[in-house]
């Protein structure tokens, strides 16, 4: 298993931009998904990214505003976030499992994940 590290949460306004990042040694192996959880709300898929990064997919609800990607070299993933709503403050956490699923059982591995926070 991989020791997920994220970072780049953090208070934006709405419309603002973030980039979240989800770091381990080994990651390039794996593919990685985010999910988030809101206060009171269950964990929500949010998008997930194969190994190659040649495929992709993401929750209706950010699809045009939220983009993921992996810089392999690095063992990093990004989730950037675009046009941020006030729908979309929770806690994201990055996971990383064999191949990409909309779904929390096959991953792997948790980052403990860090807060967004929007402002209206």
């Known amino acids: 298993q991989v020791q997920l590290v994220e970072s780049g949460g953090g208070f934006v306004q709405a419309g603002d931009s973030l980039r979240l990042s989800c770091a381990a040694s080994?990651?390039?192996?794996?593919?990685v998904g985010w999910f988030r959880q809101a206060p009171g709300k269950e964990r929500e898929f949010v998008a997930t990214?194969?190994?190659?990064?040649?495929?992709?997919y993401y929750v209706d609800s950010v699809k045009g505003r939220f983009t993921i990607s992996r810089d392999n070299a690095k063992n990093t993933v990004y989730l950037q976030l675009n046009s941020l709503k006030s729908a979309d403050p929770a806690v994201y956490s990055c996971a990383a499992a064999w191949a990409t699923s909309r779904i929390a059982s096959p991953y792997l591995s948790w980052g403990p994940g860090p807060p967004v926070t929007v402002s209206s």
């Open positions: 990214i194969s190994w190659s990064g040649g495929t992709t």
């Open positions: 080994g990651l390039s192996s794996y593919a």
